[in-house]
């Protein structure tokens, strides 16, 4: 009989950590699960189970993390799978936004995902496998959104650190994959997971149509479904060899082939100029 994996996702309240929370426990694995408030997760999946553990994490501190990590593996027997979901997005002309505005959104999206690999690889280490999903963005590839620069750094950080821990561990067992996720249906466009620059300003014209386009158009129109992100997160964990780059939903896919085209174009293009600085 085949073992379930253990599973730890982070900012599972709401959204694509939510569904993928709630079809694990339905297929009968173990899980844990961070949230600003244990008691709503409970409410949001209705399961009381001793093979469910909700946990109020502060993700941004190390300490915290370090603590749920030991009761996880202390209550839970193990952790086989990481998904570092918790997030959110952050508006703003890289000139609108403060250091303030700009540093908290990297401390949740990029740091809080550290603190936990960095926790969670003794683990890891110690019995040689283990699969870590780190959540990016389709804008964490392709940056060419205005108004979303920070949000867009922070996700392209992501990415970067994965790549780089894919081959760090690469002999250990260990797994790492970016997932790109285009527009799902959640609410990760509305107040509260999405921050508004504290002081716009009105100059700059693509990034308020930008804005205008996402709130009356792309709002209730995701082309990308939850459940099926859900089903596609446990269809990958159970494969042997994972990818490294995972892209979700045709919208985040064709938008990937167009930043791939891109580069090629500018490749060739300035490739002698490129070349002409070699000795």
Known sequence: MKT??????????KGLGLALVKRLLS???????TSRNADALRK?????????LPLEVNLTNDRSVREAVS???????????????????????LEELTDEEARKNFDVNVF?????????????????????FNISSIAGFLGTFPGWGIYNATKFAVAGFTEA??????????TATIV?????????????????AANPIEEYKEARDLEVIHSDQIIGNQPGDPEKAAAAFIKVAEMEKRPLHLFLGSDSLGMAHTKIEAVENDLTTFENIGKSTDF
């Open 112 to 132: 809080g995902s550290l603190n936990v690999i960095r926790n969670v690889m003794p683990h890891f280490r110690e019995k040689r496998s283990g699969a870590f």
């Open 165 to 174: 821990l894919s081959a760090e561990t690469q002999s250990l067992g260990v």
């Open 27 to 33: 297929e009968g694995y173990k899980v844990a699960a």
């Open 71 to 93: 009761e996880i593996i202390a209550k839970l027997g193990a952790i086989d799978v990481v998904v570092n979901n918790a997030g959110y997005g952050q508006l703003g002309t």
């Open 180 to 196: 790109y996720p285009g527009y799902f249906k959640t609410n990760f466009l509305l107040q509260g997971s999405l921050h508004t």
């Open 44 to 52: 949001e999946t209705g399961v009381e189970s001793s093979d469910f």
């Open 4 to 13: 379930q994996k253990v599973w730890f996702v982070t900012g599972a309240s």
